[in-house]
């Protein structure tokens, strides 16, 4: 007769097993788009999802909508590139759809960074957006480098014109945050005024709210700020970026999504004249 330990050992099995098969069940079920579509809709979900990853969960109610690039959107079908989808009940962003959708009315493309880095993208960006007819526009990432060098940088390879947006200061936190505010502030004016000297027109100035606020910029500046965990616009931006997990037909990666509000921003005042 056998023992009592191998027939335990054989039901131990046998409820394995079965977990495995149920398991493996469940996740097929869970991993259909249908599934995860539901579930990321769940007000639960939805609100884990935002705080750990700064998702805004939907595309909100704006005038105008628009997207920043670099080389990290990697290869972008420019022919699929016209509107951002979302589901009209519960206005989630969809990678593609028919159901709803809205234009995208301007890109920033990122040129330069410091006195010396070019994007690797910057030429066939511009190109490209400008074959789109929309609006196109170019922005600069600041470092503690020479004020001079840094505004020639950006001018030489934005090569922006009449009918361009005007040129964009980006402050990133990591790059910046260790160093003192006034040091970073007084680089970011020295580029600033070089910049609008050459343009005609003030720079926009980029950066998370938190870190916008922390610096404590000079008014006159418009501002577009990053602020991804409540689903308002910040009372200080002129642009909002809501999001910096967009979903867009022709780019395959994770995508910034901004917001534009008429009685805060026109677009046509920020069109380059010169």
């Given at each position: 007769?056998?023992?009592?330990?191998?027939?335990?050992?054989?039901?131990?099995?046998?409820?394995?097993?079965?977990?495995?098969?149920?398991?493996?069940?469940?996740?097929?079920?869970?991993?259909?788009?249908?599934?995860?579509?539901?579930?990321?809709?769940?007000?639960?979900?939805?609100?884990?999802?935002?705080?750990?990853?700064?998702?805004?969960?939907?595309?909100?109610?704006?005038?105008?909508?628009?997207?920043?690039?670099?080389?990290?959107?990697?290869?972008?079908?420019?022919?699929?590139?016209?509107?951002?989808?979302?589901?009209?009940?519960?206005?989630?962003?969809?990678?593609?759809?028919?159901?709803?959708?809205?234009?995208?009315?301007?890109?920033?493309?990122?040129?330069?960074?410091?006195?010396?880095?070019?994007?690797?993208?910057?030429?066939?960006?511009?190109?490209?957006?400008r074959k789109l007819s929309i609006p196109f526009g170019a922005y600069h990432v600041l470092t503690?480098?020479?004020?001079?060098?840094?505004?020639?940088?950006?001018?030489?390879?934005?090569?922006?014109?009449?009918?361009?947006?005007?040129?964009?200061?980006?402050?990133?936190?990591?790059?910046?945050?260790?160093?003192?505010?006034?040091?970073?502030?007084?680089?970011?004016?020295?580029?600033?005024?070089?910049?609008?000297?050459?343009?005609?027109?003030?720079?926009?100035?980029?950066?998370?709210?938190?870190?916008?606020?922390?610096?404590?910029?000079?008014?006159?500046?418009?501002?577009?700020?990053?602020?991804?965990?409540?689903?308002?616009?910040?009372?200080?931006?002129?642009?909002?970026?809501?999001?910096?997990?967009?979903?867009?037909?022709?780019?395959?990666?994770?995508?910034?999504?901004?917001?534009?509000?008429?009685?805060?921003?026109?677009?046509?005042?920020?069109?380059?004249?010169?």
């Open positions: 007769m056998p023992s009592r330990k191998r027939k335990t050992d054989k039901k131990r099995r046998i409820v394995v097993i079965a977990l495995v098969v149920l398991l493996l069940a469940l996740s097929a079920v869970l991993l259909s788009p249908s599934c995860r579509s539901f579930v990321r809709q769940l007000p639960l979900v939805s609100q884990v999802e935002h705080f750990l990853f700064g998702v805004d969960p939907v595309i909100p109610e704006a005038d105008a909508y628009g997207l920043d690039i670099s080389r990290y959107q990697g290869d972008i079908d420019w022919k699929s590139l016209r509107q951002i989808h979302f589901d009209p009940v519960t206005r989630r962003q969809l990678p593609s759809s028919n159901a709803a959708a809205v234009s995208i009315s301007f890109i920033f493309a990122k040129a330069s960074e410091g006195a010396t880095h070019v994007d690797s993208t910057i030429k066939r960006n511009r190109v490209n957006v503690l480098a020479n004020s001079k060098a840094q505004a020639a940088n950006f001018i030489s390879n934005a090569k922006l014109r009449k009918g361009d947006l005007v040129p964009v200061i980006d402050l990133e936190e990591d790059i910046l945050g260790s160093y003192a505010n006034n040091r970073v502030k007084d680089t970011l004016l020295n580029v600033a005024k070089r910049l609008a000297r050459r343009y005609g027109h003030k720079p926009i100035i980029y950066g998370s709210h938190k870190y916008i606020n922390r610096i404590g910029l000079p008014e006159g500046y418009p501002l577009w700020i990053a602020r991804y965990r409540n689903g308002k616009c910040p009372q200080n931006a002129d642009i909002w970026q809501f999001t910096d997990r967009g979903t867009v037909p022709g780019i395959s990666q994770y995508v910034d999504l901004n917001a534009l509000y008429a009685d805060r921003f026109r677009l046509s005042d920020y069109v380059l004249s010169k």
